[in-house]
């Protein structure tokens, strides 16, 4: 509902047009009457409305007078402004204000219903082009955080092509050939939190003086510098940076200036301190406990940090130890899992893995990679349905439903119905036992399958979209970037 103010200063004027915006329209609210100038410009700065209907020849500031003051203000108000006599001169000066409209009194209830609508549509459009602004903009935070994680922590394992070095480099405006690593890792008795927040104050501070890309990852924080100025004082500035930072300790690792093409290396060179203090510091209690916490993450469904938490735990299994010694202990973990899960889930969502005969024949890293995601999203799934049951009825067969019909138009009453319920108290049932609401739920679930056809890659994208409920090809990729972060065809290209 948008905010209407009146100014006039002719009491009858007031009372007709607040009389129609209240018994007229269901889409604009009286928030404020004026009677002057001076009080118009005080109950515009309290009330900031949407609409002001301004009459011109007022005692005191003039209407005109009274946009001139509060236009920088309030840029997107909109003004009509209202008097008894058609003037040329003042639709001259209403002009650059930007003023919406001009009508001459006596101003008839249709003609103020008119303008009503006119307004109306201008009000909904750039509401809706400034929600759209604000949708991209946080999409494009998203992707580029999302982007920087993944393109840093494939550094860990190799170096990158020049395409993906190239699209990196567009995304963040950097203009460098060369580059350097550094690692840094908050040590002691320390909660997660309190390492983050001070890798967030490390990261703000350090972008005041150099440009640098940055993500955690297994604990630590991984920094690359781009040697697009010198860098000769940068290890200066950082020290400055974490020695403020007391009484908190920190390991840190730093590589050499490479070639983007051969950053590897400086990951290498900069994991050197950390892969001599795990060789000191780490027991085997210690590590088996660890491997514990990160099951029971795995396992609780309602666990949002699950996946983070699992990705952080393998990236540093495969760097603290050879690439066998890691897929072994790939395999104790999900063994873990596949223990602490209750046979009966396991049975009745048929749901069959061997971890030793399925983890220690992959060859790579990107095998790997692969190999969990899959796994993860499946075992989540059915540890999912293992649970059901003791979702209420309806909640039950609204997911069943779901999983039975997702390649079809699917909307929330034509599942109520089906349920035999309200719509209201399904969406209810989504929110409080599933955390999400029903719309969200159907997406999520005809992505994960769209990700499996992609990656098969048997199916166009166009096609993909077909086969998991979506009729606009377009609108399955905006949706598809919504909740991934990347389009489908950079999925396609990454060969994820």
Known sequence: MYQVMIVDDEEPVLDSFAFILENNTTDFELCAKARSGTEAVRLIYEHAPDLVFMDIQMPGINGIDVIEQVRTSFPKTVFILATAYERFDIAQKAIPLGVFSYIVKPVSRKMLLDELSR???????????????????????????????????????????????????????????????????????????????????????????????????????????????????????????????????????????????????????????????????????????RMKLVCDSIIDIKNPDAENIFEDFWMEMFNRFSFQVALGKMVSLFSLILNRIEKQVLISSN???????????????????????????????????????????????????????????????????????????????FKEYLGTNFVDYINQFRLNKAITLLEGKKHSIKKVAYLVG?????????????????????????GL
């Open 119 to 289: 307004v109306k549509n201008h009000l909904d459009s750039v509401r809706e082009t400034e929600l759209r602004r604000i949708e991209d903009t946080q999409l494009l935070e998203k992707t580029k955080n999302e982007e920087t994680k993944r393109f840093l922590c494939g550094l860990m394992w190799r170096n990158h092509e020049e395409n993906e070095w190239k699209k990196l480099l567009s995304l963040f405006s950097i203009n460098s050939d060369r580059g350097v690593i550094y690692l840094l890792e908050a040590t002691g008795d320390i909660s997660e939190d309190i390492r983050n927040s001070n890798y967030e104050i490390i990261k703000d501070k350090i972008q005041f003086k150099f440009l640098c890309l940055s993500t955690v990852v297994a604990g630590r924080m991984l920094i690359f510098f781009p040697e697009e100025k010198s860098l000769n004082k940068l290890d200066y500035y950082l020290d400055d940076i974490i020695k403020k930072l007391s009484p908190y300790n920190f390991i840190q690792g730093k590589g050499g200036v490479y070639p983007l093409g051969l950053l590897h290396n400086s990951f290498l060179e900069a994991f050197q301190p950390f892969a001599i203090a795990s060789e000191k510091e780490d027991s085997y209690s210690s590590g088996w406990e």
């Open 351 to 429: 749901f069959n893995i061997d971890p030793a005969e399925e983890i220690m024949v992959l060859g790579s890293i990107k095998e790997w990679q692969r190999w969990a995601s899959q796994i993860f999203d499946s075992l989540r799934m059915h540890i999912q349905l293992g649970k059901d049951q003791s979702y209420p009825r309806p909640l039950t067969a609204a997911i069943v439903y779901i999983r039975e019909n997702y390649q079809k138009p699917i909307h929330l009453s034509m599942v109520a119905e089906a349920c035999d319920v309200t719509s209201s108290y399904l969406s209810r049932l």
């Open 470 to 494: 979506y009729q606009d090809p377009n609108y399955f990729s905006r949706i598809f970037r919504r909740h991934m972060g990347i389009s489908p065809s950079d999925l396609e290209k990454e």
